[in-house]
Structure formats: C-alpha cells, structure tokens
C-alpha cells in the first residue's frame, strides 16, 4: 500500500510560474523526501526535510513540513521546460526503516 | 559511473516463465531496496537488505517472488511462473545507513528493469 497521497494528481504551467504540490500521510514519520522521475527512468532525490524541521530550501525548491495535519508541500519557482517529470512523496514512518512513496503528481511546464 | 546499474533494462517473457533480475547497488551503500512501478503509480515497496540479510517483504509479495543478496552486495530478484499481472518496472535503490543511525537516508535509484509478460 502507499502511505502518501499527492495532490494534485497532474498539473500544467507556463514556464516561469510557480508550481505547487501538496503530500499528506497518514502515520508518524521520521522523515519526508521529494523524489523526481523522468518518464521511463529511475527517481532522483530532491530535498529531505525531517521530522522536526518545518521548511526547507534547496535552489527553486521549498518543501514545507506540518506533522499536526500529516501533510507537506513542494514549491518549485520559476519552472521550465526542463522540470517536466514526476514528482512523489516518500516518507520513513517511525518504528520501520523502508521508504513509502505516494502516487505522485505529474508536472507539466510548458515552454 | 557509480551509480545504482540495473540488468536487464528490457525483458519480455511469456506467461509461467521464470525470470530474474540483477542489481548493483553503489559499492559502499549497506541498504538495498527493490520496488515495483505500475504506470502512472509510484514505487510500490517489495523488500529490503541491510546488508546480506532481508529484513522485511512486503505482504503483497507472493511466493512466486524471492530476492537474494548473497555478501551484501548485488541482489537478485526472481519471479516463478510470471503472470500478466507482474508487468511492471522493477526498480533497485541503495542507501547507505551510517553507525546506529535509525533513520533513512535518501535512496539512489537504478533505472530499472521493465518486465512485459505476454
């Protein structure tokens, strides 16, 4: 089963706006990544944000972390083209070391 | 490269076939995990080894499947008598957990095997 559930489940941009995804879970997390795929290849690492951390910067990326409502968010700013892919929520859930991914969210920025 | 190598990258077999996949995980990485992806799906959790010893499978394994890490290096994952429904992408990732550290660190993906059963 997948403990995470993107929202939205796709979403299309002109390049330069911003882009937002949301993640909620549903069970205590050690910690919460971003994954990124390309169609048909394997997922990169974004950003790891942990438990006790509420936010956190990487490059275009902001990932936000609120434990009470079980959720977190990615914002990527000034998109393009080049950030067309997938991204997924994955998180560690306290008491087991295996990472879980959500559905994901299909991001489309049009150049 | 370095990184997390996957073979075969294609495999088409027919139903009730055996099939097995290899992956090479990062040389100094301790953790190894395998996934499966369906289209339009994220990563569905298989199992994983700390080392040479599998410390968890998912329940939604069958026992068709079975994966090694003999050495705590390479792993293999086979599936007995394929299925249609075991058309996925398969993918391998590898971490590597540091002294008594609990927590995950982020996982380096392979490219995966794309299984197709006819």
């Known amino acids: 089963s997948q403990q995470g559930e993107e929202d939205p489940q796709a979403l299309s941009i002109q390049e330069g706006e911003n882009a937002t995804m949301n993640c909620s879970y549903k069970?205590?997390?050690?910690?919460l990544q971003w994954y990124r795929q390309n169609s048909g290849r394997g997922l990169v690492h974004l950003i790891l944000?942990?438990?006790?951390?509420r936010e956190k910067h990487s490059g275009r990326l902001r990932v936000t972390l609120d434990t009470s409502k079980k959720s977190s968010s990615l914002l990527i700013t000034a998109s393009r083209a080049a950030d067309t892919a997938s991204y997924f929520c994955a998180t560690e859930h306290t008491g087991g070391f295996k990472t879980i991914f959500g559905a994901g969210t299909r991001l489309f920025v049009k150049a | 490269d370095t990184g997390v190598s996957q073979d075969p990258r294609h495999k088409i077999t027919k139903r009730g076939q055996n099939v097995t996949f290899r992956c090479d995980p990062i040389s100094e990485h301790n953790r190894l995990y395998w996934y499966r992806q369906t289209l339009g799906q994220g990563p569905e959790f298989l199992t994983y080894f700390q080392n040479e010893a599998q410390l968890e499978k998912s329940r939604l394994l069958s026992d068709r499947f079975s994966a090694e890490r003999p050495k705590g290096s390479f792993s293999t994952l086979e599936i007995q008598r394929t299925e249609q429904g075991d058309s996925a992408m398969y993918l391998c990732a590898s971490s590597l957990l540091l002294g008594s550290v609990a927590t995950n660190e982020k996982l380096f993906f392979g490219s995966g095997t794309q299984l197709s059963v006819l």
């Open positions: 944000i942990r438990s006790n951390e």
């Open positions: 069970t205590s997390i050690n910690n």
